[in-house]
């Protein structure tokens, strides 16, 4: 599943999940675009190591918050020719309950995932359109299927991007360019190991354990190749049988 020749932007990088679908997208033959905001030593610490390894990467870094600030850096990567590959993974938590849910905490949220959707996307999209070949995978989350308490914020900004990447693909199809969802489930991390010990993990999935950065960056690695190109506008779970 070669990717040569294409450049492919992944947002929210520096994570466990981001970092896996960069070294994935690299080792496939993109040049990928480590994007961070908080963590911009993460993300350039990663395209050394992706380079080392003999992968083509750099990092750009900029506030998925700010219109301002995101499509500066999407004029600044397309100055170098269209990305054809973009990964919407950047996503934040804020939790509480509904009645005690801060206006900022909700804001936060779906100020990330979604409207960073729009920010990196929509600015990316007509260079990638005009090269009639391009893989937009949005990165959602079980928590938009199912719900989940505590996270009304989280559950609508991933519902939202679900709904958003349906609409979206039946705009770009015909250009061959594919538009899908990735929803995974409990995925083995420094924020889901604190939050899902061993039993609720047993308890939860059938799989009776975590999944694995790497195998949602298998899936992530297949819906941006070749192969996939007939599967668009899906919402693809990865949850060890949650739902």
């Known amino acids: 599943m070669s990717l040569q020749g294409k450049r492919a932007l992944v947002t929210g990088a520096s994570g466990a999940l981001g970092t896996a679908i960069a070294e994935r997208l690299a080792r496939d033959g993109a040049t990928v675009i480590l994007h961070a905001n908080s963590r911009p030593e993460a993300v350039e610490q ?14 750009v870094v900029f506030d998925l918050r700010s219109d301002e600030a995101a499509k500066a850096a999407c004029e600044r990567l397309l100055a170098d020719g269209p990305v054809q590959v ?25 100020d990330v995932s979604l409207n960073g959707f729009f920010r990196v996307t929509q600015p990316l999209l007509l260079p990638m359109l005009r090269t009639r070949w391009g893989r937009i995978l949005n990165i959602s989350s ?21 709904s958003a990447t349906k609409a979206l693909s039946l705009e770009v199809a015909a250009r061959g360019v594919t538009v899908n969802a990735i929803a995974p489930g409990i995925i083995a991390s420094p924020m889901a190991d604190g939050t899902f010990d061993a039993a609720m993990i047993a308890q939860l999935v059938p799989a009776k ?10 899936l992530a690695g297949f819906l941006a190749s070749d192969e996939a190109a007939y599967i668009t506008g899906q919402v693809i779970s990865i949850n060890g049988g949650m739902i």
């Open 209 to 218: 354990r975590a999944g694995t950065p790497a195998e949602v960056a298998a």
């Open 86 to 110: 973009i990964v919407n993974n950047a996503g934040v938590h804020d939790d509480a309950v509904l009645p005690g849910m801060r206006p900022e905490q909700w804001h936060k949220v779906i």
């Open 142 to 162: 079980v928590a938009s299927l199912t719900g989940n308490r505590g996270q009304v914020n989280y559950a609508a900004a991933k519902g939202a991007l679900n």
């Open 46 to 59: 990663l395209a050394e190591t992706l380079k080392a390894a003999g992968g083509k990467a750099e990092s």
